[in-house]
Nanobody, 124 residues
Framework: QVQLVESGGGLAQAGGSMRLSCAAS????????MGWFRQALGKEREFVAA????????SYADSVKGRFTISRDNGKNTVYLQMNSLKPEDTAVYYC?????????????????WGQGTQVTVSS
C-alpha cells in the first residue's frame, strides 16, 4: 500500500529555517505530483506547495511564496519542503500528499494519498 512518511519537523525560532522530508513507498513515485499541506490548531487544512512529476513546475500558497521551496528527488522517492524566514503563523502539522494529477493537487488543492503529518512549531 501507499505510504508517505514525513520527517524533519520540530521547534524553530521565528526567522529560522527547517527542512521537511517525505519518503514515499508503494507507488511509482515519479508518476505522482506531490504536495505539502498544513493544518493549524482549530483551522482547516490548507495547501502549501506542489511539485510536478519531473520537478520542473511548482506552485505555492501566497502565504509562503518566496520563503518556502518544494523539491523532489525521484531517485530517492522523496519530496522536500525547505522553509526559510519562518513565522509563528507557520506553526501547524505539515502533511505530505501524493496526487494522481497536477490539476488535483495544484489547482483543486487536494491529495489522493496522505502522510501522517509532522508538527512544526515556530516560536516568536
Amino acid at each position: 500500500q501507499v505510504q508517505l512518511v514525513e520527517s524533519g519537523g520540530g521547534l524553530a525560532q521565528a526567522g529560522g529555517s527547517m527542512r521537511l522530508s517525505c519518503a514515499a513507498s508503494g507507488l511509482t513515485f515519479r508518476s505522482y505530483p506531490m504536495g505539502w499541506f498544513r493544518q493549524a490548531l482549530g483551522k482547516e487544512r490548507e495547501f502549501v506547495a506542489a511539485v510536478s512529476r519531473s520537478g520542473d513546475s511548482t506552485s505555492y500558497a501566497d502565504s509562503v511564496k518566496g520563503r518556502f521551496t518544494i523539491s523532489r528527488d525521484n531517485g530517492k522517492n522523496t519530496v522536500y519542503l525547505q522553509m526559510n524566514s519562518l513565522k509563528p503563523e507557520d506553526t501547524a502539522v505539515y502533511y505530505c500528499a501524493a496526487s494522481n494529477t497536477w490539476i488535483t493537487i495544484a489547482v483543486m488543492k487536494r491529495g489522493d494519498y496522505w502522510g501522517q503529518g509532522t508538527q512544526v512549531t515556530v516560536s516568536s
